[in-house]
């Protein structure tokens, strides 16, 4: 069934879920081993739950009432009719259908968000790495996605689920909490600046010859930059003769990677090769990689004049990234 790397990483993801149990419908018990895979029995289940959510909604509006019999709780027409009195058994059945319908919804979510993450490795052409994910990083993920019902903010968890089945370690603790408490109005923000991070740790300093007082280059204004900061995704922002050194061997091919771009480039001289630059934090660099946003290709073809003004042979391409920190190139242009 696991023909090629893409494959094996979506049956990791679902034994994971199995295995770790991170899935309330999915209980290694109910997985029939003998027969089909664990990956397509929790996707079959997984997809069972479109008419669990509706079911829920309809117990929300009153139209369902559920009700305990025996150890199974059963969803049965709300024919009886109650009489505008507020009573003790009254309302402890309110509260056993609010706690029905919160866990119904957490599983829901939850689905949703193993399908979208699904959808996130098809095509990848990533080794499988031999490492598990770690149980408290997924108990933890779990806790944040099953709270998530937007398709917005349920695909992110769906990446950073992605990115960690490929390599396990990856994601912190620490950025998961950051995108649990992060407003909409920081998400915005912050999502501006991800076209520009470059997954070497920097964001090319590039002054307007205009205006030097509040733009870094005509994409990013010194005050997004200093609200960056306060978040922790940037650092230093006011040391601007600090540069960061990109040599690479002499005769060899070096490359810098800004989301789905990378800049290859090739030092032909003695000379170094530096860039004005901004630090970016770890939580940075994980947040772009995370958003899944496209490069700000202007900005690149800056960045990569700049390269050739230090003696450098520079493409433009996309890449797919390999193991030992390695990336394969193809769509190179020269610049």
């Given at each position: 069934?696991?023909?090629?790397?893409?494959?094996?990483?979506?049956?990791?993801?679902?034994?994971?879920?199995v295995d770790k149990?991170?899935?309330?419908?999915?209980?290694?018990?109910?997985?029939?081993?003998?027969?089909?895979?664990?990956?397509?029995?929790?996707?079959?289940?997984?997809?069972?739950?479109?008419?669990?959510?509706?079911?829920?909604?309809?117990?929300?509006?009153?139209?369902?009432?559920?009700?305990?019999?025996?150890?199974?709780?059963?969803?049965?027409?709300?024919?009886?009719?109650?009489?505008?009195?507020?009573?003790?058994?009254?309302?402890?059945a309110v509260i056993?259908?609010?706690?029905?319908?919160?866990?119904?919804?957490?599983?829901?979510?939850?689905?949703?968000?193993?399908?979208?993450?699904?959808?996130?490795?098809?095509?990848?052409?990533?080794?499988?790495?031999?490492?598990?994910?770690?149980?408290?990083?997924?108990?933890?993920?779990?806790?944040?996605?099953?709270?998530?019902?937007?398709?917005?903010?349920?695909?992110?968890?769906?990446?950073?689920?992605?990115?960690?089945?490929?390599?396990?370690?990856?994601?912190?603790?620490?950025?998961?909490?950051?995108?649990?408490?992060?407003?909409?109005?920081?998400?915005?923000?912050?999502?501006?600046?991800?076209?520009?991070?470059?997954?070497?740790?920097?964001?090319?300093?590039?002054?307007?010859?205009?205006?030097?007082?509040?733009?870094?280059?005509?994409?990013?204004?010194?005050?997004?930059?200093?609200?960056?900061?306060?978040?922790?995704?940037?650092?230093?922002?006011?040391?601007?003769?600090?540069?960061?050194?990109?040599?690479?061997?002499?005769?060899?091919?070096?490359?810098?990677?800004?989301?789905?771009?990378?800049?290859?480039?090739?030092?032909?001289?003695?000379?170094?090769?530096?860039?004005?630059?901004?630090?970016?934090?770890?939580?940075?660099?994980?947040?772009?990689?995370?958003?899944?946003?496209?490069?700000?290709?202007?900005?690149?073809?800056?960045?990569?004049?700049?390269?050739?003004?230090?003696?450098?042979?520079?493409?433009?391409?996309?890449?797919?990234?390999?193991?030992?920190?390695?990336?394969?190139?193809?769509?190179?242009?020269?610049?």
């Amino acid at each position: 069934m696991a023909d090629g790397p893409y494959e094996k990483l979506i049956l990791k993801l679902w034994d994971t879920v199995v295995d770790k149990g991170i899935c309330g419908v999915l209980r290694p018990a109910q997985m029939r081993r003998e027969g089909l895979a664990k990956s397509v029995v929790a996707r079959n289940q997984i997809l069972m739950l479109a008419q669990a959510e509706k079911d829920a909604e309809d117990v929300r509006n009153g139209m369902l009432i559920s009700k305990i019999e025996g150890s199974n709780v059963v969803l049965k027409p709300n024919i009886e009719k109650y009489e505008p009195v507020v009573d003790l058994p009254s309302m402890y059945a309110v509260i056993r259908e609010d706690i029905i319908i919160e866990r119904v919804q957490n599983e829901i979510n939850i689905a949703k968000t193993l399908l979208k993450a699904e959808k996130e490795l098809e095509g990848q052409e990533v080794e499988v790495s031999e490492a598990d994910i770690e149980s408290d990083w997924i108990n933890r993920w779990r806790d944040y996605a099953c709270k998530v019902s937007t398709d917005e903010m349920q695909s992110i968890w769906a990446r950073l689920l992605a990115g960690e089945v490929k390599s396990p370690g990856k994601f912190s603790f620490r950025t998961m909490e950051f995108i649990k408490n992060i407003t909409k109005k920081e998400a915005q923000e912050i999502e501006s600046v991800l076209p520009f991070i470059f997954k070497e740790g920097f964001i090319f300093r590039g002054y307007l010859q205009s205006n030097r007082t509040r733009y870094i280059h005509k994409w990013l204004s010194l005050d997004i930059l200093l609200k960056m900061q306060e978040l922790g995704i940037v650092q230093e922002i006011h040391q601007g003769n600090v540069t960061i050194n990109l040599n690479g061997n002499k005769g060899e091919t070096a490359f810098i990677r800004c989301n789905e771009k990378a800049l290859t480039f090739l030092r032909e001289g003695d000379s170094d090769i530096n860039m004005p630059y901004i630090a970016v934090t770890q939580l940075g660099i994980q947040l772009a990689e995370i958003a899944g946003c496209n490069a700000n290709e202007e900005y690149l073809l800056a960045v990569g004049e700049h390269l050739k003004t230090q003696g450098s042979q520079v493409f433009l391409v996309d890449y797919v990234d390999m193991q030992a920190g390695a990336i394969r190139v193809y769509n190179a242009k020269a610049l």
